[in-house]
């Protein structure tokens, strides 16, 4: 009697063990889906908001150009016969310079077209403290310190991304006169293109 007694209890016990464990991993799982949800959101829904407006702001502040990256196209005194290229998802502006500046609703499909993009191979044009012509060394130093990482480079060509925007450049091996060495070259940046994608993921033509 006393033997069934205690394989009865034994088994209780057994039971309750495995049923608190099943709570605690039901738990570990709620928790964890709960920490899933909200990292969606927040990349989804708020981070956008917050990082990217502030990338444009850094980057709108140490460029020196006639518009703002974010900025409609309506805000500006943009002459018609300034306007090249034009169709439904924006136009682009081949300044007396040689620098192209975009307009664009694309990728948003926005209700307005907003300055998204510059190419330039112009010396004068400062970004981020650095100009056509600077050693690649330089640049790449000074984009990382904006918050900028390579992900790609191929054929002298290397990207750049901060948030949703891309910088592009195109660097070349120049011969340094000023080092009589027998390895007496450097790589300076000869070009190099900027472009706003926005974080709009919904639609509705968010740029900032």
Same mark, same amino acid.
């Given at each position: 009697?006393?033997?069934?007694?205690? =394989?009865?209890?034994?088994?209780?016990?057994?039971?309750?063990?495995?049923?608190?464990?099943?709570?605690?991993?039901?738990?570990?799982?709620?928790?964890?889906?709960?920490?899933?949800?909200?990292?969606?959101?927040?990349?989804?829904?708020?981070?956008?908001?917050?990082?990217?407006?502030?990338?444009?702001?850094?980057?709108?502040?140490?460029?020196?150009?006639?518009? =703002?990256?974010?900025?409609?196209?309506?805000?500006?005194?943009?002459?018609?016969?300034?306007?090249?290229?034009?169709?439904?998802?924006?136009?682009?502006?081949?300044?007396?310079?040689?620098?192209?500046?975009?307009?664009?609703?694309?990728?948003?499909?926005?209700?307005?077209?907003?300055?998204?993009?510059?190419?330039?191979?112009?010396?004068?044009?400062?970004?981020?403290?650095?100009?056509?012509?600077?050693?690649?060394?330089?640049?790449?130093?000074?984009?990382?310190?904006?918050?900028?990482?390579?992900?790609?480079?191929?054929?002298?060509?290397?990207?750049?991304?901060?948030?949703?925007?891309?910088?592009?450049?195109?660097?070349?091996?120049?011969?340094? =006169?000023?080092?009589?060495?027998?390895?007496?070259?450097?790589?300076?940046?000869? =070009?190099?293109?900027?472009?706003?994608?926005?974080?709009?993921?919904?639609?509705?033509?968010?740029?900032?």
């Amino acid at each position: 009697m006393e033997d069934n007694f205690d =394989e009865d209890f034994t088994e209780v016990k057994r039971k309750e063990k495995n049923k608190n464990r099943l709570r605690k991993l039901g738990s570990i799982i709620g928790i964890t889906l709960m920490i899933l949800f909200a990292g969606i959101i927040i990349y989804e829904f708020i981070w956008p908001h917050f990082v990217t407006p502030y990338a444009i702001k850094d980057l709108n502040e140490n460029i020196e150009l006639p518009y =703002e990256f974010g900025v409609e196209a309506s805000e500006y005194d943009i002459k018609k016969e300034w306007i090249q290229d034009e169709d439904d998802l924006g136009f682009y502006i081949n300044t007396s310079t040689g620098d192209v500046c975009t307009f664009t609703r694309y990728p948003d499909y926005a209700d307005s077209v907003k300055f998204a993009g510059y190419y330039t191979s112009n010396r004068d044009i400062a970004l981020f403290g650095f100009k056509v012509g600077d050693s690649f060394e330089k640049v790449d130093k000074y984009l990382k310190e904006h918050g900028y990482r390579c992900y790609d480079s191929a054929s002298g060509f290397y990207e750049y991304e901060r948030g949703r925007i891309n910088i592009r450049l195109y660097v070349t091996s120049i011969e340094n =006169e000023m080092m009589d060495v027998g390895n007496n070259r450097i790589k300076r940046v000869v =070009e190099y293109w900027v472009d706003l994608i926005s974080t709009d993921k919904q639609h509705k033509g968010y740029y900032k």
